[in-house]
C-alpha cells in the first residue's frame, strides 16, 4: 500500500508482527548468538543476512534507517553515530587518496572543516564552489579524479536554498553522484531524490530528533546511480574487495551496493555506529516530525515578518519571505516551507549583534539549532570560529550574522521576547 508522508513518520520502517510491540523496541545487545559455526560465517562472508555485532548492524538502528529511506524515497538507508559521521560516510565511500570532490561553499561550518582540512589529510581534496554561479561556470571547476558533488538543500547556516536540479545536471554530466545534506529541509519539506539527487544525508540531531536528546546521523542512497556505468571511476565498488574475500559490492548487491560497502567496510573499520538507544530516540522523532516541521515554518513566517519590519533590523534572510533573494528555488523546492531557521543581523554591525542577542529571555543562546525550543547563535563567533575573514566571506556569513532557529514556543511570545530585546539596545 503506498502511503503519504504523515503515514510513513508513524509506520515505516518497522511493521510488528502478531503479539509483538506496538512500539520500536531497543535491541540492547552488543551480540546475537548462532548454532552453528557456519551459520555465523556465512554472516561474516555476506552470504546471509541477520544479526552478529552491533558495531555492524543492530536492528533498532536498521529499522530507524528504514524509516529514513522510506521518507526520502532512497533504496536503503543506514544510522551514524552523527552528521559528521554520516557526511563524510557519505564521500568516503566513493573518494580515496587522489581522488577530488566539489562542496558547495555554503555549507555546515563543520562539513567544511572535515572537507577542508581532515580529508585533505587523507589525500582527498575539495574545491569549494560558489553555488549561485551559472552551469558553465560550475563546470569548469570538475577534474578528471572528481567523484561527486556535494551541497546543502538549506545552507547552515545562511539560508540559501540549493538548485539540486542544476546540481543533479552538473554531476551526471560528469558521470559522478549527487550527495546532499537535507537536515534542515527534512523529507518532509524536500526529497532531494526526486529532483535526481543520488545520495541524501541528515545530521538526525537537528529536526528529526527534534528535542535535543541525541546525536546521530543518517545516509540514504537512491539505488539510482548506475556504478557500473562509470566502473573506472569507482574501482571501491565495480573491482573486488580483498578485505571481503573479493566481493564486487556494485555486482552483487545492485541498487543496495553504496549502502552495503558503507556498512561493511566503513562501520566495520571505522565503528561510528549509533546506539540503539539514540535510533530509538530518532525513531520517536520521526513520528512527529511532519507535524512538528509544519509548525517551525509557520512560527518561522511570522517571526522573520516581524523583524523584517523592524527598524532596528538590518537584513532577514528567511526563504518563505516573499522578496527573499531564494524565494523562486524555495517554492521550488521547498513548497510546504523550508525550515524554522533563519537568519538576521541588527544594525550596528558584529558587536550590537552580539549584544542583543545576550538580552533575549526566551531564546536561548546554544550550539545547536532545529530544536523544538528556540535558540541562536551567531556563527562568526561560534560554529564558524575557525574560518578566516575570506572563508566567512565565502561561504556568505557576513560578521553581524546570527543564527535564529525557531521553536514550537507560541509564536506571540517569541516575537514580544525579540521586540523587548530590540528595544533595549
Ligand atoms: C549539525 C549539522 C551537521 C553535523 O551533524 P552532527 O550531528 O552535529 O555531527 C551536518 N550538516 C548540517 C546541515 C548540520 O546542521
Redesign the pocket.
Known amino acids: 500500500m503506498s502511503t503519504q508522508i504523515e503515514t510513513k513518520c508513524l509506520h515505516a520502517g518497522y511493521e510488528p508482527g502478531n503479539g509483538e510491540p506496538r512500539q520500536l523496541p531497543i535491541w540492547q545487545s552488543t551480540t546475537w548468538k548462532y548454532a552453528t559455526s557456519d551459520d555465523m560465517g556465512a554472516l561474516f562472508d555476506l552470504e546471509a543476512e541477520g544479526y552478529f555485532y552491533t558495531r555492524l548492524q543492530n536492528p533498532t538502528n536498521d529499522m530507524a534507517a528504514k524509516k529514513i529511506a522510506a521518507l526520502e524515497g532512497g533504496y536503503a538507508g543506514m544510522l551514524t553515530s552523527?552528521?559528521?559521521?554520516?557526511?563524510f560516510f557519505a564521500v568516503f565511500n566513493i573518494c580515496e587518496a587522489g581522488d577530488h570532490f566539489i562542496a558547495s561553499s555554503s555549507?555546515?561550518g563543520?562539513?567544511y572543516n572535515l572537507f577542508m582540512v581532515t580529508m585533505a589529510k587523507m589525500g582527498i581534496e575539495c574545491t569549494f564552489v560558489d553555488q549561485t554561479l551559472p552551469e558553465e561556470e560550475l563546470a569548469k571547476y570538475f577534474k578528471p579524479n572528481t567523484k561527486a558533488v556535494f551541497g546543502?538543500t538549506i545552507t547552515?547556516p545562511t539560508c540559501s536554498v540549493l538548485d539540486i536540479e542544476k546540481f543533479v545536471r552538473l554531476a551526471h554530466s560528469h558521470g559522478v553522484p549527487l550527495i546532499v545534506?537535507n537536515?534542515?529541509a527534512t523529507p518532509v519539506n524536500c526529497r532531494p531524490i526526486e529532483w535526481g539527487a543520488d545520495i541524501v544525508?541528515h545530521?538526525?540531531?537537528?529536526y528529526i530528533d527534534g528535542h535535543a536528546v541525541s546525536?546521530?546521523?543518517a545516509i540514504v542512497d537512491s539505488g539510482n546511480f548506475d556504478w557500473m556505468a562509470h566502473a573506472e571511476t569507482f574501482p571501491g565498488l565495480t573491482t573486488p574487495d580483498e578485505s571481503y574475500h573479493g566481493i564486487v559490492y556494485a555486482e552483487k548487491f545492485g541498487k543496495g551496493a553504496y549502502i552495503t560497502k558503507a556498512t561493511a567496510q566503513l562501520m566495520r573499520d571505522f565503528g561510528c555506529i549509533q546506539s540503539p538507544q539514540n535510533a530509538f530516540y530518532v525513531n520517536t522523532g520521526l513520528e512527529s516530525l511532519h507535524v512538528r516541521i509544519q509548525r517551525h515554518c509557520e512560527n518561522a513566517l511570522a517571526v522573520a515578518t516581524f523583524l523584517k519590519g523592524h527598524e532596528k533590523v538590518a537584513w532577514v534572510h528567511y526563504p518563505d519571505l516573499p522578496d527573499d533573494e531564494y524565494h523562486e528555488l524555495a517554492k521550488k523546492y521547498l513548497p510546504k516551507g523550508s525550515s524554522g531557521v533563519l537568519c538576521f543581523a541588527v544594525k550596528g554591525g558584529r558587536d550590537k549583534s552580539i549584544e542583543f542577542m545576550d538580552k533575549l529571555k526566551l531564546a536561548t543562546i546554544a550550539t545547536h539549532?532545529?530544536d523544538a525550543r528556540t535558540c541562536l547563535l551567531h556563527p562568526a563567533s561560534h560554529t564558524h570560529r575557525q574560518l578566516s575573514e575570506q572563508q566567512l566571506i565565502e561561504a556568505g556569513i557576513s560578521p553581524d550574522l546570527i543564527r535564529y532557529s525557531v521553536g514550537l514556543e507560541n509564536a506571540d511570545d517569541l516575537i514580544a521576547d525579540l521586540a523587548q530585546g530590540l528595544d533595549v539596545i
Open positions: 552523527s552528521g559528521q559521521a554520516a557526511n555549507i555546515y563543520g562539513t546543502e547552515n545534506d537536515t534542515f544525508t545530521s538526525t540531531t537537528k546525536v546521530g546521523g539549532v532545529a
